[in-house]
Each structure stands twice: as C-alpha cells, then as structure tokens.
Nanobody, 124 residues
Framework: QVQLVESGGGLVQAGGSLRLSCAAS????????SGWYRQAPGKARELVAT???????KYADSVKDRFAISRDNAENKLFLQMNSLKPEDTAVYYC??????????????????WGEGTLVTVSS
C-alpha cells in the first residue's frame, strides 16, 4: 500500500556532499517512521538514520554529525543530506517506511515498505 522510489545517488569525491530523496505514494498518511538504510558490498544492511512524523531523529554513530535526515509530510518525501563523505560510505542506500501505533486506526499495521535502492559511490 506504500511505494517508495529513491533518487540522488551517484559518484562523488571524498569530502563532498550528496542529497538523497525518497518519494512515497499510496497510503502515505499511514507512515509514522521513515528511514534510510544502506548495504555495502560484502556487508549486511545497516540502519543509517530514522525520523518520526514529529521529527524525532536517530543516527548510526558512523554518520552522526555528517548526515541529516528530514521529512516533508506535505510532499510525501524523505531526504538524506550527506556531507563530508568517506569511501566507507559507499553503498546502496534504501528508503524505508513503517506504519506504527501513531497512525490512524484505518491504516494497515505491522508493515514495512522498501524502495529498490540508489547507489552512492565515494572515491578517494
């Protein structure tokens, strides 16, 4: 019931910046928590950052003070501003949407939605 499409990935030099976007469609009023995850070659998928509808944020310690997650509820978009990029940030970045107890009672609960990912490559 929710579709997610990421964009904004690409190739950037170490120390540079990128801004990722995630466009949501479908039952977007049901989304209570959104986030970004990433998976590097040979590594497990890991949490990068999450944000609630009340703008409460959480970051992995590896990206804290370098990345910033934000959410535009009116536009149904999620963003990840990435600054001071390092080669170890190279990964496929995935957008995630979750329906929690804060959602309207008409929503379908216990669901997680994922985009197909966008590749970020940081060169040294």
């Amino acid at each position: 019931q929710v579709q997610l499409v990421e964009s904004g990935g690409g190739l950037v030099q170490a120390g540079g910046s990128l801004r990722l976007s995630c466009a949501a469609s479908g039952d977007t009023d049901c989304i209570t928590t959104s986030g970004w995850y990433r998976q590097a070659p040979g590594k497990a998928r890991e949490l990068v950052a999450t944000i609630t509808s009340r703008r409460i944020t959480k970051y992995a310690d590896s990206v804290k003070d370098r990345f910033a997650i934000s959410r535009d509820n009116a536009e149904n978009k999620l963003f990840l501003q990435m600054n001071s990029l390092k080669p170890e940030d190279t990964a496929v970045y995935y957008c995630n949407a979750e329906v929690g107890v804060e959602a309207p009672a008409t929503c379908e609960y216990n669901m997680d939605y994922w985009g197909e990912g966008t590749l970020v490559t940081v060169s040294s």
